[in-house]
């Protein structure tokens, strides 16, 4: 089982970056895919959530309008768009999948830093 975030970076605040996360060994379109952040001397937190077929997703409330997370099954892949980046968006990204909340898979992460 692999899974390989990419697409993080460097961005000035109000800028924009889309995130990837692809997987790999295991049944994708079965899964709920998240997208998780952590900041430095922060608790990792949940940003973005979207069921296995893509019809329902969920949004912390501090990302609300600003990100979009998606999903494209035929490629096993997962996105996350994030528009009006702010400082304090600045974290290292980690995608998960969820069975069922019975069984998850954690990629390692890319960072985001946002920064004039």
């Known amino acids: 089982v692999q899974l390989v975030e990419s697409g993080g970076g460097l961005v000035q605040p109000g800028g924009s970056l889309r995130l990837s996360c692809a997987a790999s060994?295991?049944?994708?379109?079965?899964?709920?895919m998240s997208w998780y952040r952590q900041a430095p001397g922060k608790e990792r937190e949940l940003v973005a959530t979207?069921?296995?077929?893509?019809?329902?997703?969920n949004y912390a409330d501090s990302v609300k309008g600003r990100f979009t997370i998606s999903r494209d099954n035929a490629k096993n892949t997962v996105y996350l768009q994030m528009n009006s980046l702010k400082p304090e968006d600045t974290a290292l990204y980690y995608c998960?999948?969820?069975?069922?909340?019975?069984?998850?898979?954690w990629g390692k992460g890319t960072l985001v830093t946002v920064s004039s």
């Open positions: 998960r999948a969820n069975y069922r909340g019975t069984l998850s898979y």
């Open positions: 060994g295991f049944t994708f379109n079965g899964y709920s």
């Open positions: 979207i069921t296995s077929g893509g019809g329902s997703t």
